[in-house]
């Protein structure tokens, strides 16, 4: 018996009358979904489950929420907005090697605080971190590379970092700081290859 069912029962019981269902917002809604993710992994999310949780009618959560899809998208899509507006925290004075490293720690370490769902990301959502990279592209134009060349790196700097999140989280790797020291020394090597290219171009066209 779902719960609006159940309240009825217990007003028939009492005797007295009940007033109208509480009113559950989407966002409620959203933090619970994201709360069972966090917890047991997207296979334990069901619109029954929820539902049960929320003290609604799965029928109320259908018309809020739509298809279980949907809530899924949602509760990703909202992750994966903190994690720009923590990007968008990153001190950018460094040089463009330092703010380039400490920009992919931070954004590793985000999608290292809720893995089960950042593993449930869709192309869109990398596609956002990547839109995203616009003072990094900026700093490395700032130190000679060229905007389009930037760009690529950028670019690949996210998946390079996107792939260390998603490894980790299959391998259940649980020490947020040596995960993120890891990834620290794997984009220094990286960047330190990018460095040298761009030099070695460099030293071939003014000769």
């Not at 296979?43 to 018309?63: F, G, P, Q």
């Not at 769902?117 to 869109?124: G, I, Q």
């Not at 999140?165 to 391998?171: K, M």
């Not at 020291?181 to 960047?191: D, I, P, S, Y």
Request: charged fraction near 25%; glycine fraction near 6%; hydrophobic fraction near 40%.
């Amino acid at each position: 018996m779902t719960a609006e069912p159940m309240a009825h029962e217990a007003w028939r019981a009492s005797g007295k009358r009940p007033g109208p269902p509480q009113s559950v917002s989407a966002e409620t809604i959203y933090d619970r979904a994201r709360e069972i993710i966090d917890r047991e992994g997207s296979e334990a999310l069901n619109v029954r489950r929820l539902a049960a949780d929320l003290k609604i009618s799965t029928r109320t959560l259908y018309k809020r929420i739509g298809h279980r899809e949907n809530l899924v998208r949602h509760v990703v899509a909202r992750h994966f907005a903190s994690i720009r507006n923590v990007l968008k925290a990153v001190d950018s004075n460094n040089d463009w090697q330092e703010f380039a490293v400490e920009w992919c720690a931070s954004l590793h370490e985000a999608l290292m605080v809720r893995p089960r769902v950042t593993a449930l990301m869709a192309d869109s959502d990398r596609d956002g971190l990547r839109d995203g990279t616009g003072a990094l592209v900026e700093a490395a134009v700032q130190a000679g590379i060229p905007r389009e060349l930037a760009r690529q790196r950028c670019n690949a700097l996210v998946d390079l970092t996107i792939g260390q999140a998603l490894v980790d989280e299959r391998t259940q790797r649980t020490s947020q700081s040596s995960a993120s020291a890891g990834v620290v020394t794997m984009l220094e090597w990286v960047l330190a290859g990018v460095r040298l290219a761009h030099g070695s171009a460099t030293m071939s066209s003014t000769q």
